[in-house]
T-cell receptor, first 110, second 114 residues
Framework: QQPVQSPQAVILREGEDAVINCSSSKALYSVHWYRQKHGEAPIFLMILLKGGEQKGHDKISASFNEKKQQSSLYLTASQLSYSGTYFCGTEWGSQGNLIFGKGTKLSVKP | DTGVSQDPRHKITKRGQNVTFRCDPISEHNRLYWYRQTLGQGPEFLTYFQNEAQLEKSRLLSDRFSAERPKGSFSTLEIQRTEQGDSAMYLC????????????FGNGTRLTVT
C-alpha cells in the first residue's frame, strides 16, 4: 500500500520551518526521502531504518517513529532552493521494492 | 560515475504502436528499477532487477509491459499496443543491493500517446 503524506502542499517564507509527514498502514523496514524539482529527476535526501533513528543534513533532518509507522521530514530556516516536491518512499522488507507517496509540494517565497 | 542515462528523452507515438525505452544504470549498481510518474503523483513502481534477474513486477502492470536486463547492465522497457493512458514519464533508477542504498534516478523518458 502507498504511504500517505501530509500536508499535500506547503507555502513558506524564507527562513520559516516546515514538517512533512509520511505514514504507513504496514510495518516499515525503512523510509527514503527524495526531493524533485519541476522537470527534473528525484534527488535522494536521506534514508531512515527502523529503530527510531534521526538523521540530519544541513538544515534538513528526519525521524522515524517505528511505533507509529511514521516518518517526519523537518526543514528549518527554509531557503528558496528547498522548493520542490518531497516524496517519501517506504520499504516493508529488505527486498528493495520502494513504494512512493503522492508527494508534498513545498514552495518557499522570498 | 556518469549517472543513470535514459533514452530517448521524449517519445510521441500513436495509439496502438509499440515503444521501447532504454536505461543505462550507474555501472557499479546491480539493482535497476522502472517507475512511471504522472503529473502531480509520486513515482509508481513497475518492476525491478537485481543483476539480470527480474525480482518483482507490479501486479497492476498490464501484460502489454515487459522489461529486460539481458546482461545485468542496461535495461529496456517495452510497451506494446500503446494506449492514451500510458502517457507518462518513465523513470529508471539504480542502486546497490544493500538495504540502505539510495536510488539514483535518470531524467526519464516522457511518453505521449496520441
Amino acid at each position: 500500500q502507498q504511504p500517505v503524506q501530509s500536508p499535500q502542499a506547503v507555502i513558506l517564507r524564507e527562513g520559516e520551518d516546515a514538517v512533512i509527514n509520511c505514514s504507513s498502514s504496514k510495518a516499515l523496514y525503512s523510509v527514503h526521502w527524495y526531493r524533485q524539482k519541476h522537470g527534473e529527476a528525484p534527488i535522494f535526501l536521506m534514508i531512515l531504518l527502523k529503530g527510531g533513528e534521526q538523521k540530519g543534513h544541513d538544515k534538513i533532518s528526519a525521524s522515524f517513529n517505528e511505533k507509529k509507522q511514521q516518518s517526519s521530514l523537518y526543514l528549518t530556516a527554509s531557503q528558496l532552493s528547498y522548493s520542490g516536491t518531497y516524496f517519501c518512499g517506504t520499504e516493508w522488507g529488505s527486498q528493495g521494492n520502494l513504494i512512493f507517496g503522492k508527494g508534498t509540494k513545498l514552495s518557499v517565497k522570498p | 560515475d556518469t549517472g543513470v542515462s535514459q533514452d530517448p528523452r521524449h517519445k510521441i507515438t500513436k495509439r496502438g504502436q509499440n515503444v521501447t525505452f532504454r536505461c543505462d544504470p550507474i555501472s557499479e549498481h546491480n539493482r535497476l528499477y522502472w517507475y512511471r510518474q504522472t503529473l502531480g503523483q509520486g513515482p509508481e513502481f513497475l518492476t525491478y532487477f537485481q543483476n539480470e534477474a527480474q525480482l518483482e513486477k507490479s501486479r497492476l502492470l498490464s501484460d502489454r509491459f515487459s522489461a529486460e536486463r539481458p546482461k545485468g547492465s542496461f535495461s529496456t522497457l517495452e510497451i506494446q499496443r500503446t494506449e492514451q493512458g500510458d502517457s507518462a514519464m518513465y523513470l529508471c533508477a539504480s542502486s546497490f543491493a544493500d538495504y540502505n542504498s539510495p536510488l539514483h534516478f535518470g531524467n526519464g523518458t516522457r511518453l505521449t500517446v496520441t
